[in-house]
T-cell receptor, first 109, second 115 residues
Framework: GQNIDQPTEMTATEGAIVQINCTYQTSGFNGLFWYQQHAGEAPTFLSYNVLDGLEEKGRFSSFLSRSKGYSYLLLKELQMKDSASYLCAVVDSNYQLIWGAGTKLIIKP | IAGITQAPTSQILAAGRRMTLRCTQDMRHNAMYWYRQDLGLGLRLIHYSNTAGTTGKGEVPDGYSVSRANTDDFPLTLASAVPSQTSVYFC??????????????FGPGTRLTVL
């Protein structure tokens, strides 16, 4: 079967750094997305990785290791507005997205 | 219209009733999708369409039907609603549907409660 695992919830302090992990087992791999979803809102795109390594975009970075079936999202200089759920999704062999349940990130002052 | 719109925003429905959720995009995207999102579960694909005139089944298609008469619209119909269909429904679209780096854009969602 296909499986995406993420921690259910994480807590971090404003100004700090947090890493959200995602492990996957899917039928094929054609890339991995990270989306952000604020409570009551739609998911919005954060990053896409298809090759191994780190992709940096401002305060957010995303890492991929295809051999380990592993990715992480790194958020630096945390702000209160970063309180949201972070969704990991893998593009499978049929080019469909397989979604993790999401990680709820709580930022404390 | 800018992006994707969904209607209604929320709805309370009696079990057994028929309901159509509407979705319209103005980005001329080829592919469109319907997902449901339930607490503790990831987004689950109900149906998709890679181009106007074609549709496909996702992970959880039972009890739902879709049509894609044109590029812009992708309605989702519940023929006879049941309480287990209580959920938040998201419509999404993407440029291709058949490539890897194919970012999906989401509508604001419809919160449906079936009693």
């Amino acid at each position: 079967g296909q499986n995406i695992d993420q921690p259910t919830e994480m807590t971090a302090t404003e100004g700090a750094i947090v890493q959200i992990n995602c492990t996957y087992q899917t039928s094929g791999f054609n890339g991995l997305f990270w989306y952000q979803q604020h409570a009551g809102e739609a998911p919005t795109f954060l990053s896409y990785n298809v090759l191994d390594g780190l992709e940096e975009k401002g305060r957010f970075s995303s890492f991929l290791s295809r051999s380990k079936g592993y990715s992480y999202l790194l958020l630096k200089e945390l702000q209160m507005k970063d309180s949201a759920s972070y969704l990991c999704a893998v593009v499978d062999s049929n080019y469909q997205l397989i979604w993790g349940a999401g990680t709820k990130l709580i930022i404390k002052p | 219209i800018a992006g994707i719109t969904q209607a209604p925003t929320s709805q309370i429905l009696a079990a057994g009733r028929r309901m159509t959720l509407r979705c319209t995009q103005d980005m001329r995207h080829n592919a469109m999708y319907w997902y449901r999102q339930d607490l503790g579960l990831g987004l689950r694909l109900i149906h998709y369409s890679n181009t106007a005139g074609t549709t496909g089944k996702g992970e959880v298609p039972d009890g739902y039907s879709v049509s894609r008469a044109n590029t812009d619209d992708f309605p989702l119909t519940l023929a006879s609603a049941v309480p287990s269909q209580t959920s938040v429904y998201f419509c999404a679209s993407s440029d291709s549907g058949t490539s890897d780096r194919d970012e999906q854009f989401f509508g604001p969602g419809t919160r449906l409660t079936v009693l």
